[in-house]
């Protein structure tokens, strides 16, 4: 795919006219309900869009029992919203024949633009224009178009609104592919989903999936969204609308494709968006409360958990169980999903083992098959849960009893009136017929046949309930370090030295000497063991031509190891311009730490903070987020580190000062964000933490190209 | 549940009566086909059991129109097996009928013995005395019993074989949990899965789930097994199983939970058996080419594949879709799975590019929306992939378009065209009505909505394959390393040191001195920097006490030193037997690995390898096996540490000897495993791996307290 042209500017908003028009006109309108150009007329009908519907079609009276009209200039009253369903030739005049017209909004379903080839893309881009031109949002071209059954707008032809309508409800999809936004919308629609609103976006020339985002989220018919992407065109919006729906709690939860090499490759060739790192995409989804979906079959659990129940208020979980197997299996699912399973009370235990000895109800709490012969088991045992286990989340598995005739509906019944006053998300598991389906549903119950599926859900849940529980960050906290204006040229590490300690990062005591005199005064001076490095814009690896030496004691000493420095590297970097030799007190004992600011080429400035030595280097055991971050984030950041435990003073370690290192990476994180115009990217390695405080030992700084 | 008594000794086979009588009783039959006695001889009739169902009920003459008996002695002929549906108090005299009729094997459907209390282990025992002085085969008792859709034997009252009888097929299921097994056995009828033999083992008194794998792994009719399980009885059957199934090259999938600790004291409470620790099982199930199912999903996923096509002969996936998005997501999944994705060859390409040039047909091989309007592309995308590509799997998206009426029928004969002569798994990814579904199955094309869950389920078979080609384990090539009868005392380092050398591991040339003088003596002889240890059996941690002294050099300093360690010792640990200083050269430069074998309650000798330090203190970076492992194993084990690249040479470092590092693991665990009788573990820590060669620096031996 062609990269259109960006420079083309976007207005924001007017995506109203798009989503809820009051009337529609469908250009290259077909009778025939099965074509390209039937389909949104049939859809629009059937789903009893409340606005005006137009065909146009040169050559009939009427389409699928509307009056149809030879063009747009003839339809009588105003058009808000257009279909054009013409090939990819005739778009461009049916464009200016919209904007004639007053149209706000149109929905381009042709291929043939920028997804093509270079010719494509300049046509896309003339579309463009004539859509600023006359203000004019545009979805597509080379999508599916979307539907909002909450008013009937249909302008689509996917195929997943065939045969029965979708069920009403009030879940979002967003989707960047057509095709697998189509497989979604009946996968959705076989368990009987309710997708209240879906838009397909394809070659996103105009309206993004950000922005649908935004609309979505800002909608009172819509209570979480789901997110097909394989690539961002507009972090900024993106970020903004996620953390709008975190601060409205509605879920969204994104599956965004394109993570390994191979499907990176295909999704650079598929769209032109651009895939930007994987792991960037990760750290933005976790910084603003979004869920990352794996699978489809994860997509749709989750949507459809967040269709019935709320978010949930903790992570502790109950399970009711028949089988002490399935009992089992759920307690692990529970522990890889991060949920506690904490113990029934003592007391409660005492007397439901009095009352049927045969059960185990610790939690998981295992009725055991008594439950069949006495089936007033199931409700004490529930009653005893929901009352003295404290209990955020259930999950209750009946397997095939819930199918059965007889006890099917009964348990139905119980498990309604128990829940229906209390105010946690419950998960039965079993094999249910649908009619029962559809009230365990209405009453707020979610039903699943596989207990591990059952069990993620739930914990969606709770991940939900932390995220929008969680302080959002406030960047007008963080401090403003300034601007520095980064020339495009070698910055020494002298010089990035300097700029990080501007920002409140503490470096060593240090001077810059030009001779081994001077050098061994210095040390004399301090009277404390030193160290020593070149300084040359020309020389990335000190060592390797001899320019580090340490622990140095006294005068004499320094001097002759300078005097040994500066012909060592004079006889191995002969070109390099030497600015000096940097003399430092030693740094002593602690634990060495990388941090890294770098620009990723999609999501912007991203910061990365790491162990040293094999934890980064063989281990990647490292943490990123978007800068600026909090200091709050930035020792969260370091917390999750799996070598963590060296900073927080594991067997026998000293603990080391984890503020102060969180503080430096907040601000080497406000530092390179607020200069991302000049700054490429800014590395801290080691930065040394002590038992107090934290010391930079080196720092290199590039410069951005332009 | 209480322990049975272990002790009653178990007689091997015998199983044939058990899965494939000719003659079989129902004791406590039930003229009733819903009940439990009932239900039997319910699905023994509709399954058309060929030999003789005998019902033995004293209050009846017909029970579901076959003639009844008032007990076992008054039956005409022979009966081999006899269901036992009567109360547990009834159980012994029911026993004791069968025995004198000559019945081979019983099923015990009746809770209330070890799962209860020490009065039904009790019980349990007495019915196991009887079995075995009879010679019966006892499944369960507190189980669901058997089918075996072979010969119609169907001794079992699960719902799961209510309603529809299960489709004809060749997997087996093998479960602990009778209720969970319903629900396994609910679920995979629900996807129509043909399970051939579905076996529930209860208490396990006597018939193990490792006994039926056995039998199942054997059986002509059984191509495929899962099994469920959370305990493991007999571990030394159930690795002999998982050898056959490999040597066989039939898949077997296992579900093994209590795998968190809140999951594994749920497992403890619920059945006897020992959980283990998860990772010696996981070592086992590797070490056998079994797959570890996690979900009940996976394991229907994986049976279902294994099913439909053979093993993959290699993990080259090849990926058809129509929709770009799919085609992402699809090799993200692959990536995930560890399959490859290789692109289609240039000239290929070309020539799919010419014929469609709006296709992507690199692999993902994206025919795009066009395969609608020429539907030929289909086609010969498809047979370019087959002639050229050279995949090993292939997964088609297809989405909605396999339900369309028109194309729905013609893509299924087209695949089936092109595919029939192939002897490669494929997986259709699409919603596909019912009778298409069938069709697709029977050509051997297996079928999913989810695109993730159909590349793990051809990632599986690519695994079983590898798993099947991988040349087993020869523990006849090991050397035998000779009996050590170690006595429950504590044992010094120079007794462990002595007995690893003994096993060919190499350690540092050293000697026990008595007297300061002796150790200055030594190292003046040996003319190298020398390390020094105090060696006691009642001081585990020496550098606590000032027992260790490194990197002395010359007579008087060494001499000074022991003088120093001898006062420091007998200062800080007045009450330990000092058997002497052990002096030996430094060790020089290498990376150290931490070696143990170690006795796990359940798997018996499994051996652990890691990298010291930070590697398996903080980031648990290690490796585990079952005792005696080839140096070839050992090797990979080591390979496939994270911290592998610290061996091979990573970043400049010297490549170290991973030969003889394999070879002294393999060394260990042959030791430990021949001697296991007297040995609870022995701890090489560390091992140092140099360039050349391996030397243990320390060694810690703890024999079996009995």
């Not at 699912?333 to 045969?358: I, K, Q, T, W, Y």
């Not at 801290?684 to 405080?693: D, K, M, S, Y």
Request: net charge negative; charged share 20%; hydrophobic share 45%.
């Amino acid at each position: 795919m062609v990269q259109s042209n960006p420079k083309i500017s976007q207005p924001q908003n007017g995506l109203d006219k798009l989503f809820s028009p009051a009337s529609v006109a469908v250009v290259g309108a077909s009778a025939d309900p099965a074509r390209i150009g039937g389909r949104p007329i049939s859809y629009l009908l059937r789903a009893g869009f409340k606005g005006q519907i137009y065909p146009v079609n040169p050559n009939r009276d009427t389409v699928q029992g509307l009056a149809s009209y030879p063009d747009l200039a003839s339809i009588p009253g105003p058009v808000d919203f257009a279909v054009l369903s013409v090939s990819a030739g005739a778009i461009v005049d049916a464009m200016r024949a919209c904007g004639e017209k007053g149209v706000r909004a149109v929905v381009i379903f042709s291929a043939g633009f920028s997804e093509m080839n270079a010719q494509g893309a300049a046509l896309q881009d003339e579309v463009l224009t004539i859509a600023r031109h006359y203000g004019i949002r545009v979805l597509g071209p080379n999508c599916l178009g979307l539907y909002n059954a909450a008013n009937g707008h249909s302008p689509t032809f996917t195929s997943g609104l065939e045969g029965a309508a979708p069920p009403l409800g009030r879940i979002g999809l967003i989707t960047q592919s057509g095709a697998y936004g189509t497989h979604l919308l009946s996968m959705a629609k076989a368990r009987r989903l309710g997708i209240g609103m879906w838009v397909s976006t394809g070659n996103e020339a105009d309206v993004t999936t950000a922005e649908c985002l935004e609309y979505l989220i800002e909608s009172p018919d819509v209570d979480a969204v789901g997110l097909y992407m394989e690539g961002i065109r507009d972090p900024e919006t993106l970020i903004r609308a996620l953390n709008r729906a975190r601060a409205l709690r509605k879920p969204v939860v994104v599956m965004k494709v394109g993570v390994s090499e191979v499907g990176s490759a295909a999704a650079q060739s598929h769209t032109a968006s651009l895939a930007g790192a994987d792991a960037s995409v990760q750290a933005v989804l976790d910084q603003t409360g979004a869920m990352r979906a794996r699978t489809t079959e994860d997509l749709l659990d989750v949507l459809y958990a967040a269709s019935i129940a709320a978010p949930a208020k903790g992570d502790k979980l109950g399970i009711l169980t028949l089988s002490g197997g399935a009992g089992v299996l759920m307690a692990d699912a529970a522990d890889a999903e991060g949920l506690s399973v904490p113990p029934m009370p003592a007391a409660a235990v005492a007397r439901l083992l009095e009352r049927n000895p045969f059960s185990a109800p610790y939690n998981p709490v295992d009725i055991t098959a008594h439950a069949l012969n006495d089936f007033s088991l199931i409700e004490e045992n529930l009653t005893a849960m929901l009352d003295d286990g404290g209990y955020d989340l259930l999950v209750a598995f009946f397997t095939s009893l819930t199918a059965s005739p007889v006890l099917g509906p009964r348990i139905q019944k119980t498990l309604s009136d128990l829940l229906k006053s209390r105010d946690l998300p419950v998960a039965l598991v079993g094999q249910v017929p649908d009619a029962l389906l559809q009230a365990y549903e209405a009453d707020g119950i979610m039903v699943f046949d596989d207990p591990s599926r059952a069990v993620a859900a739930l914990a969606a849940l709770a991940g939900f309930q932390r995220a929008f529980d969680a302080v959002p960050e406030d960047a007008s906290d963080l401090p403003d370090l300034g601007k520095i204006e980064l020339q495009p040229r070698s910055y020494g590490e002298d010089e990035a030295k300097a700029l990080i300690q501007k920002a409140g990062i503490e470096i060593l005591q240090e001077v810059l000497v030009q001779t081994p005199e001077e050098a061994g005064a210095f040390a004399a001076r301090l009277g404390l063991p030193v160290a020593m490095k070149i300084v040359s814009p020309d020389i990335a690896h000190k060592s390797e031509v001899g320019g580090v030496a340490l622990n140095l004691t006294g005068q004499q000493a320094t001097q002759d190891a300078a005097r040994d420095m500066l012909a060592s590297v004079a006889a191995r970097a002969p070109q390099a311009r030497i600015s000096g030799l940097l003399v430092s007190p030693m740094a002593g004992d602690g634990v060495e730490l990388i941090l890294g600011a770098k620009r990723d080429e999609v999501m912007g400035m991203m910061i990365m903070v790491g162990l040293g030595g094999v934890f980064t280097e063989i281990m990647q055991d490292v943490a990123l987020a978007r800068a600026p971050i909090t200091p709050g984030r930035a020792e969260a950041m370091l917390r999750g580190l799996k070598g963590a435990p060296l900073l927080q003073g594991a067997r026998g370690r000293p603990t080391l000062d984890i503020t102060a290192a969180a503080k430096a990476v907040s601000r080497l994180s406000v530092l390179a964000e607020q200069n991302a115009a000049t700054i490429e990217s800014i590395e801290i390695n080691p930065l040394l933490v002590r038992e107090t405080g934290v010391v930079a030992l080196d720092a290199l700084i590039l410069p951005r190209q332009t």
